[in-house]
T-cell receptor, first 109, second 113 residues
Framework: QKEVEQNSGPLSVPEGAIASLNCTYS??????FFWYRQYSGKSPELIMS????GDKEDGRFTAQLNKASQYVSLLIRDSQPSDSATYLC?????????FGAGTTVTVRA | DTGVSQNPRHKITKRGQNVTFRCDPI?????LYWYRQTLGQGPEFLTY????????KSRLLSDRFSAERPKGSFSTLEIQRTEQGDSAMYLC???????????FGPGTRLTVT
């Protein structure tokens, strides 16, 4: 499987702040990138997909992709306590996904 | 629109026993994937199907593991002669053919004692 690296955290941010999560991947040929949110004891939930260089915004989430640097990031604006979770970065490997180990985010009130 | 469902949600078994899990994908999705996740790690690919054809199996999938999708709808994952190292969350996901976005079911948590 392709290598996907994430900072494990935990990342602690105050409520209302921006949380910034980073992910790097090994295969320059990767084309599709995903962010999943996983609450403790639950399964991953797809929150963002990005396929082209640049930014993609969806509500309070922004995904950023730089294929030349093999880097994808997720910004969470106006962080809420409900955003406290583990965020998994995933990259396509043909039709399967390769995942990083996840970054745990804690939003403190 | 119902999502991916998995049964059972929890399974406790003794070492050496066989277990079988079921996954029902989103109805129009013809690709179905199995992953395994252990604590502190991301999901790890096991195998996937397009319709009833099993197209890829991970090298990590020992011969104690077998998966089927007989009519291209639901899938089963069987683990024979379970070992304590098989304890994990087993996740099923589905997608449309040609679409990379995968949607996960709630998972089956297996504990081997």
């Amino acid at each position: 499987q392709k290598e996907v690296e994430q900072n494990s955290g935990p990342l602690s941010v105050p409520e209302g702040a921006i949380a910034s999560l980073n992910c790097t991947y090994s295969d320059r040929g990767s084309q599709s990138f995903f962010w999943y949110r996983q609450y403790s004891g639950k399964s991953p939930e797809l929150i963002m997909s990005i396929y082209s260089n640049g930014d993609k915004e969806d509500g309070r989430f922004t995904a950023q992709l730089n294929k030349a640097s093999q880097y994808v990031s997720l910004l969470i604006r106006d962080s809420q306590p409900s955003d406290s979770a583990t965020y998994l970065c995933a990259v396509n490997d043909d039709y399967k996904l390769s995942f990083g180990a996840g970054t745990t985010v804690t939003v403190r009130a | 629109d119902t999502g991916v469902s998995q049964n059972p949600r929890h399974k406790i078994t003794k070492r050496g026993q066989n277990v079988t899990f079921r996954c029902d994908p989103i109805s129009e999705h013809n690709r179905l994937y199995w992953y395994r996740q252990t604590l502190g790690q991301g999901p790890e690919f096991l195998t996937y199907f397009q319709n009833e054809a099993q197209l890829e199996k991970s090298r990590l999938l020992s011969d104690r593991f077998s998966a089927e999708r007989p009519k291209g709808s639901f899938s089963t994952l069987e683990i024979q002669r379970t070992e304590q190292g098989d304890s994990a969350m087993y996740l099923c996901a589905s997608s449309l053919a040609g679409d990379y976005e995968q949607y996960f079911g709630p998972g089956t948590r297996l504990t081997v004692t």
